[in-house]
């Protein structure tokens, strides 16, 4: 059994998460901001779909991307050399949660409801929360959506409606988070996709060490503007 959060109740300890399914650790509670912000503090994230309670998960092992680890592939770096597109950050926000929660291949629904499209766009609105956005000829093609604690950053989800266009987002994001010296990007569960760009598994408790290094660091604060120079 897992406990169930009533409005004020704090998280319990990440030790009595289950091992299966993985790191499913409590229910109930709400998507306010600052219960949102407590949760991310401590390597927790919200996970349910449409019909079901609020789901607060944090898996052992846990899928990060440590910035200088992220592995720019010779077609990708080709894609960022034709500059035929432009990179946006914080500009759309709503529009790229939406297309993230659009139908994919094999799956019927999507876990980013009404709901989480509304707490989150408080956190956007509070400046904890960004939006990187791919653009080609005026036209949202790519991006993804986090948020900022610290010097960490949590990928939520990413979408492409045109071939490696959120790859580029997450190029441009990586590279200024080295800039500004972030220590990592949360990805939360392994994927095969993610693997393939340099994240990989560590153990919670490393990671919940990390966290501890950089959640309390000076955030920059939002809207975000990037201002890297990205070589490919």
């Not at 019927?108 to 989150?120: E, H, K, Q, R, V």
Request: charge should be neutral; proline fraction near 7%; hydrophobic fraction near 45%.
């Amino acid at each position: 059994m897992i406990p169930w959060l009533l409005r004020d109740d704090p998280f319990p300890p990440l030790s009595q998460a289950l091992a299966e399914p993985n790191g499913l650790l409590a229910a109930g509670g709400d998507l306010s901001a600052p219960r949102l912000l407590a949760a991310y503090r401590r390597g927790i994230f919200p996970w349910f779909n449409p019909g079901e309670p609020v789901l607060w998960w944090s898996p052992d092992p846990r899928m990060v991307l440590f910035p200088d680890e992220f592995k720019l592939s010779r077609s990708l770096k080709k894609t960022l050399r034709r500059a035929d597109h432009e990179v946006r950050t914080d500009t759309a926000f709503q529009e790229v949660m939406r297309a993230c929660a659009e139908p994919r291949q094999g799956h019927s629904g999507s876990w980013i409801t009404a709901d989480m499209l509304a707490a989150y766009t408080r956190l956007f609105t509070a400046g904890h929360a960004h939006s990187v956005e791919t653009w080609r000829q005026g036209r949202l093609v790519g991006g993804l959506y986090g948020v900022a604690v610290g010097c960490a950053f949590y990928g939520e989800s990413m979408f492409a409606r045109e071939t490696d266009a959120s790859k580029i987002a997450l190029a441009h994001l990586v590279a200024q988070l080295r800039r500004w010296d972030y220590g990592l990007i949360d990805c939360q569960m392994h994927t095969r996709h993610l693997a393939s760009l340099g994240a990989r598994e560590i153990p919670r408790g490393r990671f919940v060490s990390l966290l501890a290094e950089l959640i309390d660091l000076p955030s920059v604060p939002g809207p975000w503007t990037f201002d890297h120079d990205l070589v490919a």
